[in-house]
């Protein structure tokens, strides 16, 4: 949407405020907030390892990340560039192009816990859903389908609904959320975009997280050069998983590995090729290999556990659109 942007249902949210500026019981809450992250991190990373996943640690400055464009649903002010050893570098906007060159050459299956910093226009700071600092958990699997990886996720979720009722009964129960957070029946649906556009119009997804009680799937879906497109066809290969009344909290696509598409594609959509240099040199020498993979948005995940109204409120220094605190 290009218009201010308002949940449907959250509306005029109180921002969260600085840490030091809070007291009393919203301390405690912000206490309990963090028990509850401590412990999703704790079973997702788990979860990965014992899946065969090895850990990569994040970037922070490269030449090459995501462009986030021509997705309808980007929305930055500003890119931030600085120059390092006289080379034009930028903070990472998604680790989208490591992984892929990272699980291709070195590890077939990888996942990290990445930072991501979008200057978001100052507006979305109303929507309660964005930031301008955040951190994802991103995955990558050699070789694999998009329908591994809704699999694999329809399975992280609700074992991670199942450890929290479990293992933060006492958390979710000060935040008065045990009695709502449900445990998934699995397979977590999927719709079509299309099929989704027909039935509520172009603002199909601010309605839709509103029609759903449990995490839905939608799939083919308009975006960047990366995520695999079938030209004779004209269907998109990749899947966002929406949260009930929240909204979007993974986004992730099979992947383009050929030089010819990738090429074409960047062309087509007005992509800086020399932003991508390294990509298409290993796309061209064949050393880019098919994979699928994901990036969860840790805060709004953790966001939807604790009913909170804005996703700023489980950061413990918030990142809001339009607002600089000191710290």
Same mark, same amino acid.
């Given at each position: 949407?290009?218009?201010?942007?308002?949940? *449907?249902?959250?509306? +005029?949210?109180? /921002?969260?405020?600085?840490?030091?500026?809070?007291?009393?019981?919203?301390?405690?809450?912000?206490?309990?907030?963090?028990?509850?992250?401590?412990?999703?991190?704790?079973?997702?990373?788990?979860?990965?390892?014992?899946?065969?996943?090895?850990?990569?640690?994040?970037?922070?400055?490269?030449?090459?990340?995501?462009?986030?464009?021509?997705?309808?649903?980007?929305?930055?002010?500003? @890119?931030?560039?600085?120059?390092?050893?006289?080379?034009?570098?930028?903070?990472?906007?998604?680790?989208?192009?490591? %992984?892929?060159?990272?699980?291709?050459?070195?590890?077939?299956?990888?996942?990290?816990?990445?930072?991501?910093?979008?200057?978001?226009?100052?507006?979305?700071?109303?929507?309660? $859903?964005?930031?301008?600092?955040?951190?994802?958990?991103?995955?990558?699997?050699?070789?694999?389908?998009?329908?591994?990886?809704?699999?694999?996720?329809?399975?992280?979720?609700?074992?991670?609904?199942?450890?929290?009722? %479990?293992?933060?009964?006492?958390?979710?129960?000060?935040?008065?959320?045990?009695?709502?957070?449900?445990?998934? +029946?699995?397979?977590?649906?999927? !719709? #079509?975009?299309? $099929? *989704?556009?027909?039935?509520?119009?172009?603002?199909? +997804?601010?309605?839709?997280?509103?029609?759903?009680?449990?995490?839905?799937?939608?799939?083919?879906?308009? @975006?960047?050069? !990366?995520?695999?497109? #079938?030209?004779?066809?004209?269907?998109?290969?990749?899947?966002? *998983?929406?949260?009930?009344?929240?909204?979007?909290?993974?986004?992730?696509? @099979?992947?383009?590995?050929? !030089?010819? %598409?990738?090429?074409?594609?960047?062309?087509?959509?007005?992509?800086?090729?020399?932003? !991508?240099? /390294?990509?298409?040199?290993?796309?061209?020498?064949?050393?880019?290999?098919?994979?699928?993979?994901?990036?969860?948005?840790?805060?709004?995940?953790?966001? $939807?556990?604790?009913?909170?109204?804005?996703?700023?409120?489980?950061?413990?220094?918030?990142?809001?659109?339009?607002?600089?605190?000191?710290?």
């Amino acid at each position: 949407m290009q218009k201010r942007e308002i949940d *449907l249902e959250i509306g +005029e949210v109180d /921002l969260p405020k600085p840490l030091e500026q809070i007291s009393g019981n919203e301390i405690e809450r912000k206490m309990y907030i963090a028990k509850v992250m401590t412990k999703t991190l704790s079973y997702l990373t788990q979860t990965f390892v014992e899946n065969g996943f090895e850990w990569l640690l994040p970037v922070v400055f490269s030449k090459s990340t995501d462009p986030l464009w021509p997705d309808p649903g980007a929305s930055i002010e500003k @890119r931030i560039e600085t120059e390092v050893y006289g080379e034009t570098v930028r903070t990472t906007l998604s680790m989208i192009v490591h %992984k892929i060159v990272a699980s291709s050459l070195v590890m077939p299956k990888l996942f990290t816990l990445s930072p991501n910093v979008r200057v978001e226009r100052r507006e979305r700071r109303f929507t309660g $859903w964005h930031l301008y600092e955040f951190t994802q958990l991103d995955f990558e699997i050699r070789g694999a389908s998009s329908s591994d990886v809704i699999s694999f996720v329809d399975s992280i979720i609700k074992g991670l609904i199942f450890y929290l009722k %479990k293992n933060a009964r006492e958390e979710l129960k000060y935040l008065n959320v045990y009695d709502n957070l449900r445990v998934p +029946e699995l397979p977590l649906k999927v !719709y #079509d975009r299309i $099929w *989704l556009e027909k039935k509520y119009g172009q603002e199909w +997804e601010s309605i839709f997280k509103h029609e759903i009680s449990e995490p839905s799937w939608i799939i083919n879906i308009p @975006r960047e050069f !990366y995520d695999y497109e #079938d030209f004779s066809t004209g269907q998109w290969d990749n899947y966002d *998983l929406i949260l009930p009344k929240y909204g979007e909290v993974l986004s992730g696509s @099979r992947r383009e590995w050929e !030089y010819d %598409k990738l090429l074409k594609k960047m062309e087509r959509d007005g992509v800086r090729k020399e932003n !991508y240099l /390294l990509l298409l040199k290993l796309a061209r020498e064949g050393k880019i290999k098919p994979s699928a993979g994901a990036g969860i948005g840790v805060e709004r995940l953790v966001c $939807w556990i604790v009913g909170s109204k804005h996703v700023g409120e489980v950061q413990l220094f918030p990142k809001i659109p339009g607002i600089v605190y000191d710290l």
